[in-house]
């Protein structure tokens, strides 16, 4: 009688444990199937370089900034099917402009971060655009395209700073405080 028993209970515990299909079916976004881009504010006002600035600093001779540039340049007329590519390839090219050499003028610290700042929007843009966030996606677009203006308007700024002459300021020879010579809070 036990074996019976036995043989009756693993007959129930097999069929009362299914697991039980639910009939309810997932409503599926259409939002998450596709990327929809709207035009940022600022792509529309990327700011450009005249022919004449390029000659004269020499930033046609900067080939991975002149890259960076037309690539930014074309992704302010994107095509939102292929915002991934574009963003991936911004992204290399702007590896490759950070990990080459920058000319004389421009190798400073302003400039470097500003194009890590522009560096670090690529990745979120990557971010949302994986993972078909459209808001943020746009968001981080726009502000993308502001960091690049800044970009510009900083290598504008650098390269009218390089032609002003320290004589302007009268300061030949920067004065040095010696404080053996003159302790920076005596009265002498």
């Not at 069929?15 to 035009?39: A, G, M, Q, R, Y």
């Not at 600093?57 to 939102?80: C, V």
């Not at 690529?122 to 655009?129: G, L, P, S, V």
């Amino acid at each position: 009688m036990m074996r019976y028993f036995s043989l009756v209970l693993t007959i129930i515990c097999l069929f009362s444990c299914k697991e039980k299909k639910s009939n309810i079916n997932p409503v599926l976004d259409k939002s998450i199937d596709k990327l929809t881009i709207d035009t940022p504010d600022y792509a529309s006002e990327l700011t450009k370089l005249t022919p004449e600035f390029i000659d004269e600093n020499k930033i046609n001779q900067w080939i991975q900034f002149k890259k960076f540039n037309d690539a930014m340049e074309d992704m302010s007329q994107l095509n939102p099917a292929g915002i991934m590519t574009f963003i991936s390839e911004l992204y290399k090219i702007t590896s490759s402009l950070l990990k080459s050499p920058f000319p004389k003028q421009f190798d400073k610290v302003p400039i470097y971060s500003r194009i890590k700042v522009v560096q670090t929007q690529i990745i979120k843009c990557h971010f949302y655009a994986a993972n078909k966030q459209n808001e943020k996606l746009n968001q981080s677009l726009d502000k993308l395209y502001l960091e690049y203006n800044i970009l510009l308007k900083r290598i504008i700024s650098m390269a009218e700073e390089n032609k002003i002459q320290l004589d302007s300021f009268r300061l030949d020879q920067p004065n040095l405080q010696d404080s053996k010579m003159k302790p920076a809070f005596s009265r002498k």
